[in-house]
């Protein structure tokens, strides 16, 4: 039997032109799998054609997109994901989806090999090995661009040379990955990491600047740090991401500049739009501040950046992470409520809080008549809270 090789494709010049260089460097026979994670661009039948005109006997087309936002979008939410304390994961998120319809279609057509169009210094190869091998230790791996030396201008050669349905003549001065939960760009003038960036730069999101617009007031409602309404309206996470991506992206909230740390060791200059993201991220957090008990609440944020960084890193499958989520779903479980965001001037500012599950008592924080919190409690617990301090103090004085 011809041995198989199962392709991630994305139906771009890198990747068709992958499926005959694949087929020349290996003689094994391609199957292309294209999952759609709310990326936008072509349909995904044009992809499917596209990839079997270039040479895959099989090509597979998913719409992952409900998929992603439940089961990779969600739990970043109530993970609060932010990498850095700024981006959140929009790439790194979609990949270990990508995965498991890559292993499932190697299992379907007895591939033994999955193949992606990585370079050998960014994330993503790390993100799809590490989760390939975590899915499916006994598959190997290959990236054309980094093991077979793909080069853009050999790619294009190629293509012309087999007469491949795919256009080269057009060039983005940028590098783009999107998804419904952001988009990242990268290279091009951005490498200089004085150079500020322009508004073409930009897709998901307005310039907050200009032309001036007025506010928008937004009330998302959770359950359980779901998000399950938008203003009193019913909506699946898909919904809720989508539609904060059109209201927050209009008023210019969401954008990123940053140089950020790779996994490879290098730092690198990345520009992200997430409007979605972190509208509901922030209003997140928010009902956290209200409903979670505080030892909770603070250790929680050491979870947060551990499981953000391992989700970065490529380890979405490893046994750290799952544990993690365990805490995490036990942690969200009275995050139930109501926020109320003003979107405006590329900020998402919350204005109102309501939970049933709320620990804020008016009674015990009103300085107001009303007031029930016992302030003669307060000197001996400072006596005895700051002791250890003290008898430090004392001897730091006699030596």
């Not at 498991?100 to 379907?108: G, I």
């Not at 169009?117 to 230790?137: H, M, W, Y």
């Not at 060791?265 to 956290?288: C, D, F, M, N, W």
């Not at 989520?325 to 809080?353: K, P, Y």
Request: proline fraction near 4%.
């Amino acid at each position: 039997m011809t041995e198989r090789v199962v392709l991630a494709y994305s139906g771009g010049l890198d990747t068709s032109v992958a499926i005959g260089w694949i087929a020349e460097e290996t003689g094994a026979e391609v199957i292309a799998v294209a999952v759609d994670v709310g990326q936008g661009g072509e349909d995904l039948d044009v992809i499917r054609k596209r990839a079997l005109a270039c040479g895959a006997v099989e090509a597979e087309v998913a719409d992952a997109k409900d998929e992603f936002a439940e089961e990779y979008c969600l739990p970043a939410i109530k993970a609060n994901a932010l990498y850095m304390d700024r981006y959140p994961l929009v790439s790194a998120l979609s990949r270990p989806t990508i995965v498991k319809h890559l292993v499932a279609a190697a299992r379907k057509h007895g591939a033994g090999t999955v193949a992606h169009g990585c370079t050998g210094k960014g994330n993503d190869q790390v993100r799809f090995e590490a989760g390939i091998s975590s899915l499916a230790p006994d598959l190997t791996c290959i990236a054309p661009v980094r093991d077979y030396a793909m080069t853009r201008d050999r790619a294009i050669a190629f293509c012309e040379a087999k007469g491949l349905p795919i256009a080269t003549t057009r060039k983005s001065p940028y590098s783009i990955d999107q998804n419904v939960f952001g988009r990242a760009v990268e290279t091009g003038f951005l490498e200089d990491i004085w150079n500020a960036p322009i508004e073409d730069v930009y897709e998901y999101t307005a310039d907050p600047a200009t032309p001036p617009r007025e506010a928008d007031e937004v009330i998302i409602t959770f359950d359980k740090g779901v998000p399950v309404a938008i203003d009193g309206e019913p909506v699946t996470v898909l919904q809720a991401v989508q539609r904060l991506n059109e209201r927050a992206g209009a008023q210019g909230v969401g954008r990123i500049d940053m140089v950020e740390d790779r996994l490879v060791g290098i730092k690198s200059r990345e520009v992200y739009e997430a409007p979605g993201a972190i509208a509901l991220i922030t209003a997140h957090q928010e009902l956290e501040a209200v409903t979670v008990e505080r030892e909770l609440a603070r250790y929680k944020r050491q979870v947060e950046q551990r499981w953000g960084e391992l989700v970065y890193d490529g380890l979405w499958f490893s046994p750290l992470k799952r544990a993690l989520d365990g805490f995490i779903a036990e942690a969200n479980e009275q995050v139930s409520g109501e926020i109320r965001m003003t979107l405006h001037g590329g900020r998402a500012v919350v204005t109102g809080r309501k939970s049933q599950a709320s620990l804020y008592d008016f009674d015990l924080a009103t300085y107001d008549t009303g007031d029930t919190f016992d302030q003669s409690l307060s000197k001996g617990f400072i006596e005895i809270f700051g002791m250890s301090s003290k008898i430090a103090a004392k001897r730091d004085l006699r030596q």
